[in-house]
């Protein structure tokens, strides 16, 4: 079935007992069950019907044997990380999301493992930081928020190579837009909070993958630490996937109207945005990618205080964290989403602006940024 198809039905049939097309939302902690130990649901931390929806449908839609849903993105990605032990060392992107590095640096380099920022779309660079203690490689392509993209599947064969696996951040691009397992990624993360659920409404996050052995220790360890997403969480994702695929065309043709706006503004000193051709990692994306996603980013000429300008005036652009919903969003990086990377060699330009171009009327969304650029 196509992905349109998947996104409506896999995992959400029809209720058997009523009839009901949307699937409920099974709000029990508890399971009767008909024996002690047999039953196919026991305690909702462990499974749940809503959940295991989600999962199916999202699995589907990565391509994935196995997905996990869990209570945030942070969650998922803390998840994936358990499987790294004290010594080992781990390379991530230098221009990665600032709660990943925060998650790496602050909490599991004190547990004495070891990481590197490197830039990924420079193979000779990670295959220079390769160690023999490293055991994987975390990818965001697009990367949050220099929208940096990197070569998927070169990636993963360096990793594999060397006897490591290779992660992919896909919050950015969705399974609409890129699938990584097709590239030979080994882990598919995503915050659910994002395009996934569409709607600035939900909280949620998810892991996709093949092997059984690594997704029976994801299932424990989701299950040990209790990171699970709720019912209504899921809920609330499994409606947003729904029209995953139509948002997403929308939101891709509104940032290229936006990029090219942006191109020709006089106060504008570059914009990063995949489907323009001057963009470094262009014919990458357009190979890896079906279109190049609806986040852009731009560096305004007249440096930080100018950036903190721009963010405050925008009328339709909100001002506020977060991304991959309806509406459109505008932030100042540095002082916000990526803070926490302030002073290491993930430190983001002051000057730098990230737009979450939204589903809005396209000339309004350009006038609005056009008056906050000029007033």
Request: glycine share 8%; charged share 20%.
């Amino acid at each position: 079935m196509g992905f349109e198809t998947r996104a409506i039905h896999a995992g959400q049939d029809p209720d058997p007992a009523t009839g009901a097309v949307v699937a409920p939302i099974h709000l029990a902690t508890t399971f009767a069950q008909h024996e002690p130990g047999k039953a196919e649901y026991e305690y909702s931390r462990s499974n749940n019907p809503t959940r295991e929806g989600l999962q199916d449908a999202l699995a589907s839609l990565e391509g994935a044997t196995h997905g996990f849903a869990f209570a945030s993105g942070m969650a998922a990605e803390d998840a994936v990380l358990r499987s790294l032990r004290p010594g080992d060392h781990l390379i991530v992107p230098d221009d990665a999301y600032g709660g990943t590095w925060r998650l790496v640096d602050k909490v599991y380099g004190p547990m004495g493992i070891t990481h590197t920022a490197v830039a990924l779309s420079d193979i000779d660079a990670v295959a220079a930081a390769w160690t023999p203690e490293t055991r994987l490689v975390w990818v965001e392509t697009p990367s949050n928020p220099l929208l940096s993209i990197a070569d998927i599947g070169v990636l993963c064969g360096l990793a594999h190579e060397r006897g490591g696996r290779c992660i992919v951040d896909n919050t950015f691009a969705t399974p609409y837009l890129q699938r990584p397992l097709e590239h030979g990624a080994d882990a598919v993360v995503h915050s659910t909070t994002k395009y996934l659920g569409g709607h600035s409404d939900v909280v949620g996050g998810f892991v996709a993958l093949h092997d059984d052995e690594w997704a029976e220790e994801l299932f424990f360890i989701r299950n040990a630490t209790g990171a699970v997403s709720s019912p209504f969480s899921d809920f609330l994702v499994l409606r947003g996937l729904k029209t995953l695929a139509v948002r997403m065309e929308r939101h891709c043709r509104s940032a290229h109207d936006v990029a090219q706006f942006l191109l020709d503004h006089p106060k504008v000193r570059e914009v990063r945005w995949p489907g323009l051709a001057t963009h470094p990692g262009y014919e990458v994306a357009h190979r890896q990618m079906r279109d190049f996603g609806g986040m852009v980013s731009f560096v305004v000429a007249g440096g930080a205080e100018a950036a903190a300008d721009v963010v405050a005036r925008t009328r339709l652009f909100t001002l506020a964290e977060s991304l991959g919903a309806v509406e459109s969003l505008v932030e100042q990086p540095s002082v916000m989403t990526h803070l926490s990377v302030t002073g290491s060699a993930l430190e983001v330009d002051p000057a730098l602006i990230r737009l979450s171009v939204g589903l809005e009327t396209i000339e309004d969304l350009i006038d609005d940024l056009d008056q906050a650029l000029d007033a």
